[in-house]
């Protein structure tokens, strides 16, 4: 029955329904805040927690709920949940996990602000993060205490690249019931398959490869364990980390083309770390794939794939004026955070105020190969090092 409408009305009510039956490849965006329930019987058994329903915006939408599901089903868990940001994501399995009187293992190189997250429950929370050696391997046994809770594994840890070994970290953390969550982001979930090396968490910023356009950010958490996802999604819902259904769909929109560009991302990468291993201005070239990396043996056997993210160490002879005057030299890498767009992009980092027995005095400096001629990228970094 149509109901009687005034052209006010009528502005916010539409008897129309579009035909059924469309279907195209990109799905529906679905937009909500309020989702509406059929009566109010369907209103009161609404249930968040079921994904087989709807109950509020903020706890999903056919839009997320098909990103979930194929995320999860690339990371090979089966069970995720998006959140605003990759740092969204890692604090929603910190704040799931842990409570007061708790214990959490951090590598050293973790990314930074995890670090800070880890330095703030420590402050305010009364749980305790401690920082650990990212090369420890089994060695993180002897670190495990009754109250560890959470051991955090990056992998290989996003400056300084040191690859852990997380079997070796997963089996002895289970040995003593502690869960082990992996960041994941650098092998964008093809090139490390974490679940099989003894994850039991998985996080990806979806902000690197997934979206690929280096405007959005979100992130993800991905379990095989159904009781595992429950807790984290508690956390979820009482923190209220929805994402937007635009951003949803631009991150579905990557999806498909993410195995065409991390390849071609990591092609570009050796090639140009091969051509900067050669050059007397570097000292070291620090990328997994190359064996003067800590933990290269690790990513031999573990990783098929390496992406477009790695660092240099440049020689002692040249001063931080020296390698900054050679960042701001490039004009192919622009000078920015994050990675995984098409744009090569280059970040200096004090190595040495970031950790605290780095051995090394040369500059660090990170690049993020993007999807330019790699030999254009060459010519660049090649005109910047007569700059210095
Ligand atoms: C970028 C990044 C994050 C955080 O992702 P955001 O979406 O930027 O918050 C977490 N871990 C690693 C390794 C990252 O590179």
Known sequence: MTVQKSPQTALIHT????????EAFPGAIHHASTVLFKNVAAMRSGDWKDKNAYTYGLHGTPTTFTLEARLAE?????????APSGLAAIA???????????DVLLPENVYNPNSELGRWLSADFGITARYYDPLIGAGIAALIQPNTKLIWVEAPGSVSMEVPDLPAISEAAHARGVLVALDNTWAAGLALRGFDLGADIVMQALTKYQSGGSDVLMGAVTTRDK???????????????????DDAYLVSRGLPT?????????????????WLKARPEIK?????????????DIWKRDF?????????????RYSEAQTDRFVDALKLFKIGYS?????????????????????????????????EDVQDLIADIERAFGEM
């Open 304 to 316: 098929t794939g390496a992406g477009g993210l790695f660092s240099v160490i440049f020689d002692d």
């Open 339 to 371: 990675w995984g767009g098409a744009n090569s992009l280059v970040m200096p980092y004090r190595i040495q105020h970031m950790r605290q027995n780095w051995q090394d005095r040369g500059i660090l400096v990170r690049f993020n190969v993007g999807l």
């Open 15 to 22: 008897d129309y329904k579009a035909p059924e039956g469309f």
């Open 227 to 245: 009781a595992l996802y429950d807790r984290i999604s508690l956390a979820h819902m009482r923190l209220g980390l929805g994402v937007g259904a």
């Open 74 to 82: 690339i990371e090979g868990g089966n069970h995720c949940l998006l």
């Open 92 to 102: 929603m399995v910190d704040f799931a996990l842990l409570k007061s009187g708790d």
């Open 284 to 296: 070291r070239v620090l990328h997994p794939a190359f064996a003067d990396c800590p933990g290269h």
């Open 258 to 274: 993410m195995r065409l560009r991390f390849d071609a991302h990591d092609a570009a990468a050796r090639k140009l770390a091969q």
